[in-house]
Protein backbone atom coordinates (compact mmCIF):
# COMPACT_ATOMS: atom_id res chain seq x y z
CA UNK A 1 0.00 0.00 0.00
CA UNK A 2 1.50 3.39 -0.87
CA UNK A 3 2.38 5.33 2.64
CA UNK A 4 3.27 8.94 2.98
CA UNK A 5 6.66 8.72 1.67
CA UNK A 6 5.10 6.69 -1.73
CA UNK A 7 2.78 10.28 -2.09
CA UNK A 8 5.52 12.83 -0.81
CA UNK A 9 7.56 10.76 -3.98
CA UNK A 10 4.52 10.73 -6.71
CA UNK A 11 4.01 14.65 -5.80
CA UNK A 12 7.38 15.62 -5.85
CA UNK A 13 7.98 13.90 -9.32
CA UNK A 14 4.51 14.70 -10.95
CA UNK A 15 4.57 18.50 -9.74
CA UNK A 16 7.17 19.62 -12.21
CA UNK A 17 4.81 18.72 -14.82
CA UNK A 18 1.73 19.87 -13.69
CA UNK A 19 2.11 23.34 -12.18
CA UNK A 20 1.22 26.01 -14.25
CA UNK A 21 0.43 23.68 -16.69
CA UNK A 22 -3.76 24.08 -18.36
CA UNK A 23 -5.94 21.28 -18.12
CA UNK A 24 -7.12 20.36 -21.69
CA UNK A 25 -9.57 17.79 -21.11
CA UNK A 26 -9.90 14.93 -18.55
CA UNK A 27 -10.73 11.31 -19.92
CA UNK A 28 -12.51 9.00 -17.15
CA UNK A 29 -12.70 5.52 -18.42
CA UNK A 30 -15.18 3.97 -16.19
CA UNK A 31 -17.70 5.71 -12.96
CA UNK A 32 -14.76 5.76 -10.10
CA UNK A 33 -13.56 3.71 -8.57
CA UNK A 34 -13.59 3.62 -3.99
CA UNK A 35 -16.22 5.92 -4.90
CA UNK A 36 -17.78 7.83 -7.78
CA UNK A 37 -15.34 10.37 -10.03
CA UNK A 38 -17.26 13.54 -10.12
CA UNK A 39 -19.52 13.24 -12.78
CA UNK A 40 -18.84 16.65 -14.17
CA UNK A 41 -15.03 16.25 -13.58
CA UNK A 42 -14.16 17.15 -17.30
CA UNK A 43 -16.14 20.37 -17.66
CA UNK A 44 -14.86 20.99 -13.93
CA UNK A 45 -11.09 20.79 -14.96
CA UNK A 46 -11.10 21.54 -18.64
CA UNK A 47 -9.34 24.85 -19.30
CA UNK A 48 -8.30 25.84 -15.82
CA UNK A 49 -4.73 25.56 -14.89
CA UNK A 50 -3.44 23.52 -11.89
CA UNK A 51 -1.59 26.38 -9.85
CA UNK A 52 0.38 24.21 -6.74
CA UNK A 53 0.24 20.21 -6.11
CA UNK A 54 0.55 19.44 -2.05
CA UNK A 55 -0.28 16.32 -0.04
CA UNK A 56 -2.31 16.59 3.14
CA UNK A 57 -1.26 12.74 4.82
CA UNK A 58 -1.98 9.84 2.00
CA UNK A 59 -3.79 12.59 -0.06
CA UNK A 60 -2.17 14.02 -3.07
CA UNK A 61 -3.81 17.43 -3.70
CA UNK A 62 -3.81 19.58 -6.93
CA UNK A 63 -5.01 23.22 -6.19
CA UNK A 64 -7.29 24.88 -8.88
CA UNK A 65 -8.01 28.74 -8.52
CA UNK A 66 -11.80 27.12 -8.41
CA UNK A 67 -11.17 24.33 -5.94
CA UNK A 68 -8.77 21.47 -5.20
CA UNK A 69 -8.20 17.49 -6.77
CA UNK A 70 -7.81 15.01 -4.16
CA UNK A 71 -6.37 12.11 -5.26
CA UNK A 72 -5.81 8.89 -2.93
CA UNK A 73 -3.81 6.05 -4.59
CA UNK A 74 -5.58 3.67 -2.26
CA UNK A 75 -4.06 0.06 -1.76
CA UNK A 76 -2.54 -0.25 -5.22
CA UNK A 77 -2.96 2.97 -7.23
CA UNK A 78 -0.28 5.11 -8.92
CA UNK A 79 0.23 7.87 -11.14
CA UNK A 80 2.45 8.59 -13.86
CA UNK A 81 3.08 11.01 -16.29
CA UNK A 82 2.58 9.99 -20.27
CA UNK A 83 2.80 11.30 -23.78
CA UNK A 84 -0.66 11.90 -23.78
CA UNK A 85 -1.62 9.46 -26.90
CA UNK A 86 -0.32 6.43 -24.43
CA UNK A 87 -2.70 3.78 -25.36
CA UNK A 88 -4.68 3.30 -22.05
CA UNK A 89 -4.29 -0.53 -20.29
CA UNK A 90 -6.70 -2.50 -18.23
CA UNK A 91 -6.46 -1.16 -15.26
CA UNK A 92 -5.67 2.81 -16.37
CA UNK A 93 -8.70 4.44 -15.11
CA UNK A 94 -8.66 8.24 -15.61
CA UNK A 95 -6.42 10.98 -17.57
CA UNK A 96 -6.27 14.45 -17.07
CA UNK A 97 -4.71 16.03 -20.40
CA UNK A 98 -2.36 19.18 -19.86
CA UNK A 99 0.20 20.02 -22.99
CA UNK A 100 1.23 16.63 -24.54
CA UNK A 101 0.95 14.72 -21.74
CA UNK A 102 -1.44 12.81 -19.15
CA UNK A 103 -1.65 11.94 -15.78
CA UNK A 104 -2.57 8.99 -15.73
CA UNK A 105 -4.42 6.86 -12.40
CA UNK A 106 -3.47 3.66 -12.59
CA UNK A 107 -5.17 1.35 -10.13
CA UNK A 108 -5.45 -2.35 -10.30
CA UNK A 109 -7.49 -3.16 -7.04
CA UNK A 110 -9.52 0.13 -7.29
CA UNK A 111 -9.42 1.26 -4.25
CA UNK A 112 -7.99 4.54 -4.62
CA UNK A 113 -10.07 7.65 -4.73
CA UNK A 114 -10.22 11.04 -7.14
CA UNK A 115 -12.40 13.85 -5.50
CA UNK A 116 -13.02 17.25 -5.80
CA UNK A 117 -13.67 20.28 -3.16
CA UNK A 118 -14.81 23.15 -4.73
CA UNK A 119 -13.63 26.51 -3.42
CA UNK A 120 -17.26 27.25 -2.61
CA UNK A 121 -17.26 24.01 -0.60
CA UNK A 122 -15.56 26.16 2.32
CA UNK A 123 -11.46 25.60 4.00
CA UNK A 124 -10.22 22.19 2.40
CA UNK A 125 -8.84 21.46 6.08
CA UNK A 126 -12.33 21.03 6.77
CA UNK A 127 -13.22 18.18 4.14
CA UNK A 128 -14.86 15.31 5.39
CA UNK A 129 -11.48 13.13 4.52
CA UNK A 130 -9.21 15.78 5.83
CA UNK A 131 -10.37 17.63 9.08
CA UNK A 132 -9.93 14.58 11.27
CA UNK A 133 -6.26 14.10 10.21
CA UNK A 134 -3.14 14.89 12.57
CA UNK A 135 -0.32 17.18 12.30
CA UNK A 136 2.53 16.55 9.42
CA UNK A 137 5.13 14.69 10.59
CA UNK A 138 7.81 16.38 9.10
CA UNK A 139 6.59 20.03 9.51
CA UNK A 140 7.18 21.99 12.87
CA UNK A 141 3.96 21.09 14.13
CA UNK A 142 5.17 17.68 14.78
CA UNK A 143 7.11 17.70 17.85
CA UNK A 144 7.44 15.74 21.08
CA UNK A 145 5.81 17.58 23.32
CA UNK A 146 2.35 17.45 21.49
CA UNK A 147 3.26 14.15 21.09
CA UNK A 148 3.58 13.76 25.04
CA UNK A 149 0.91 16.26 25.86
CA UNK A 150 -2.13 14.27 23.09
CA UNK A 151 -1.28 10.75 24.94
CA UNK A 152 -1.63 11.40 28.18
CA UNK A 153 -5.16 9.74 28.78
CA UNK A 154 -3.89 6.99 26.03
CA UNK A 155 -3.67 3.29 27.37
CA UNK A 156 -3.33 1.96 23.89
CA UNK A 157 0.11 1.23 22.85
CA UNK A 158 2.32 3.57 21.45
CA UNK A 159 2.80 1.82 18.06
CA UNK A 160 -1.53 2.02 17.48
CA UNK A 161 -1.60 5.35 18.91
CA UNK A 162 1.10 5.96 16.01
CA UNK A 163 -1.11 4.32 13.61
CA UNK A 164 -4.04 6.00 14.41
CA UNK A 165 -3.13 8.87 12.91
CA UNK A 166 -5.09 11.32 15.01
CA UNK A 167 -1.85 13.00 16.39
CA UNK A 168 0.51 12.99 13.97
CA UNK A 169 -0.47 11.34 10.32
CA UNK A 170 1.37 9.26 7.64
CA UNK A 171 3.49 6.67 10.09
CA UNK A 172 2.34 3.52 8.66
CA UNK A 173 3.02 -0.11 9.80
CA UNK A 174 6.61 0.17 8.19
CA UNK A 175 7.50 3.08 9.49
CA UNK A 176 6.22 2.97 13.03
CA UNK A 177 7.93 0.21 13.53
CA UNK A 178 11.62 1.22 12.18
CA UNK A 179 11.00 4.52 14.20
CA UNK A 180 10.08 2.80 17.49
CA UNK A 181 13.14 0.78 17.28
CA UNK A 182 15.56 3.86 16.54
CA UNK A 183 14.13 5.33 19.61
CA UNK A 184 14.10 1.77 21.79
CA UNK A 185 10.29 1.86 22.56
CA UNK A 186 8.84 -1.28 22.96
CA UNK A 187 6.21 -1.22 20.91
CA UNK A 188 3.32 -2.61 23.30
CA UNK A 189 4.47 0.22 25.73
CA UNK A 190 1.19 2.11 26.44
CA UNK A 191 1.77 5.56 25.10
CA UNK A 192 0.73 7.57 28.65
CA UNK A 193 3.80 5.75 30.10
CA UNK A 194 6.74 7.31 27.64
CA UNK A 195 8.42 10.02 28.95
CA UNK A 196 8.62 13.46 27.31
CA UNK A 197 12.52 12.34 26.82
CA UNK A 198 11.76 9.27 25.21
CA UNK A 199 9.33 11.29 22.86
CA UNK A 200 12.00 13.67 21.79
CA UNK A 201 13.69 10.35 20.47
CA UNK A 202 10.99 9.04 18.97
CA UNK A 203 10.08 12.49 16.96
CA UNK A 204 13.73 12.62 16.17
CA UNK A 205 13.18 8.99 14.99
CA UNK A 206 10.08 9.39 12.81
CA UNK A 207 11.43 12.21 11.08
CA UNK A 208 14.66 10.30 9.88
CA UNK A 209 12.63 7.64 9.15
CA UNK A 210 10.42 8.79 6.74
CA UNK A 211 12.83 11.81 5.19
CA UNK A 212 14.80 8.22 4.35
CA UNK A 213 12.23 6.81 2.70
CA UNK A 214 11.42 10.11 0.70
CA UNK A 215 15.05 10.33 0.03
CA UNK A 216 15.30 6.49 -1.75
CA UNK A 217 12.27 7.08 -3.62
CA UNK A 218 9.19 5.10 -1.38
CA UNK A 219 9.89 1.54 0.42
CA UNK A 220 9.29 -1.73 -0.92
CA UNK A 221 6.10 -1.61 -2.03
CA UNK A 222 5.59 -3.90 -5.29
CA UNK A 223 2.41 -1.96 -6.91
CA UNK A 224 4.12 1.31 -6.36
CA UNK A 225 5.58 2.23 -9.94
CA UNK A 226 7.27 5.90 -10.14
CA UNK A 227 6.32 8.65 -12.27
CA UNK A 228 9.05 7.57 -15.25
CA UNK A 229 6.99 4.45 -15.48
CA UNK A 230 9.79 1.96 -14.13
CA UNK A 231 8.94 -0.58 -11.49
CA UNK A 232 9.68 1.62 -7.82
CA UNK A 233 11.12 -1.34 -6.06
CA UNK A 234 13.21 0.32 -3.48
CA UNK A 235 14.92 -2.41 -1.38
CA UNK A 236 15.44 -0.58 2.19
CA UNK A 237 17.41 -2.02 4.91
CA UNK A 238 14.76 -2.53 7.48
CA UNK A 239 16.12 -2.67 11.08
CA UNK A 240 13.16 -4.98 12.15
CA UNK A 241 10.17 -4.70 9.89
CA UNK A 242 9.47 -7.78 8.50
CA UNK A 243 12.71 -9.98 10.08
CA UNK A 244 10.80 -12.13 12.78
CA UNK A 245 13.60 -14.92 13.56
CA UNK A 246 15.99 -12.74 12.35
CA UNK A 247 19.11 -11.40 14.56
CA UNK A 248 18.87 -8.19 15.62
CA UNK A 249 21.36 -5.75 13.48
CA UNK A 250 22.41 -3.97 16.65
CA UNK A 251 22.57 -6.96 19.38
CA UNK A 252 22.45 -9.59 17.39
CA UNK A 253 18.86 -11.01 19.69
CA UNK A 254 15.87 -12.54 17.90
CA UNK A 255 13.63 -10.26 16.22
CA UNK A 256 10.05 -10.53 17.06
CA UNK A 257 6.48 -10.53 15.92
CA UNK A 258 3.83 -9.44 17.38
CA UNK A 259 -0.12 -8.85 16.15
CA UNK A 260 -1.27 -5.21 17.29
CA UNK A 261 -4.77 -4.28 16.21
CA UNK A 262 -4.58 -6.98 13.51
CA UNK A 263 -1.19 -5.58 12.10
CA UNK A 264 2.00 -6.89 12.68
CA UNK A 265 4.85 -5.12 14.67
CA UNK A 266 8.48 -5.94 14.43
CA UNK A 267 10.84 -5.46 17.56
CA UNK A 268 13.52 -6.90 19.15
CA UNK A 269 12.61 -7.17 22.98
CA UNK A 270 16.76 -6.64 23.76
CA UNK A 271 17.07 -2.79 22.32
CA UNK A 272 13.16 -2.36 22.72
CA UNK A 273 12.03 -1.17 26.41
ZN1 LIG B 1 18.45 -5.62 19.50
Redesign the pocket.
Known amino acids: MPELPEVEVTRRGVAPHLTGQRVSAVIMRRAGLRWPFPADLPALLQDHTIVATGRRGKYLLLHFQHGTLLIHLGMSGHLSILPATTPAGKHDHIDIIVGENALRMTDPRRFGAVLWHAVTDGDLDHHVLLKNLGVEPLEDQFDAELLFRQTRQRSAAVKQVLLAGDIVVGVGNIYASESL?KAKINPKTPAKRISLARYRLLVEAIRETLAAAIQQGGSTLKDFVGVDGQSGYFQQHYFVYDRAGED??????T?RKIVQGQRSSFY?????K
Open positions: FCRLCGHVCPHCQ
